[in-house]
């Protein structure tokens, strides 16, 4: 499944093809220090085991949560969008966006447009109450794509995650579906 993003870019879902793309990625300090709870360093083993469980959650909601974000002049995987479901009494009422982009293509408003749509296509098509995101405190980029996409912040969460040993405080940036 492809959802279209613009005339350039296009998310859909990860395939065997895509294991290199996803060790580089997510072998890189500057995206996997701002990501909430990948193993570092992340080995094939882990990117298989992620392609199985994009598997077993295809299975339970027959669509795939985990998109690829890909350039459509070369289906070059450049980077990550991925949604969580939270579900209270079996109703889908919250869910939690991530999402990274490599270096190289960062700072083009990439992700602003990956997100504006991926948010839209989550909301029509699970109608979550909310859609969050959890921003590590220093991540102003984040931040501010979260803010270009319409979501606001909620609340700042002192000490939130432990990561490489240290407390993190996280912005917890939220959109509301009424
Ligand atoms: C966060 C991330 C996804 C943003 O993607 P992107 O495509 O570069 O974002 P955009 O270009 O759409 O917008 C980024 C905004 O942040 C700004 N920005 C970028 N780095 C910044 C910095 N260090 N300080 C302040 N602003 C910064 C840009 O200028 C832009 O704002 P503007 O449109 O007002 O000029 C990307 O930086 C990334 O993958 N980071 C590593 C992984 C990560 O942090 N994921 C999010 C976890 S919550």
């Not at 299975?59 to 209270?88: D, F, P, T, V, W």
């Amino acid at each position: 499944m492809q959802i279209i993003v613009s005339d350039d870019l296009y998310l859909s879902t990860f395939t065997a093809d895509d294991i290199p793309g996803l060790l580089d990625c997510l072998n890189r300090p500057e995206i996997i220090d701002n990501l909430l709870t990948l193993p570092f360093p992340y080995t094939r083993n882990d990117a298989e085991t992620f392609l199985a469980y994009n598997a077993q959650l295809f299975e339970k909601h027959s669509l795939h949560l985990n998109y690829a974000i890909r350039m459509a002049k070369n289906n070059l995987m450049i980077g990550s969008i991925g949604l969580q479901l939270y579900n209270e009494m079996h109703r889908k009422h919250r869910a939690k966006v991530d999402y990274y982009l490599l270096p190289q293509y960062q700072g083009k408003g990439i992700m602003t447009r990956c997100l504006n749509t991926f948010t839209l296509w989550a909301t029509h098509t699970f109608k979550p109450a909310r859609i969050s995101a959890m921003i590590f405190i220093h991540n102003i980029a984040s931040e501010k794509v979260a803010l270009k996409c319409g979501y606001h912040l909620e609340a700042t969460l002192l000490k939130y995650y432990i990561k490489n040993g240290k407390y993190i405080d996280t912005k917890l940036y939220t959109i509301i579906n009424e």
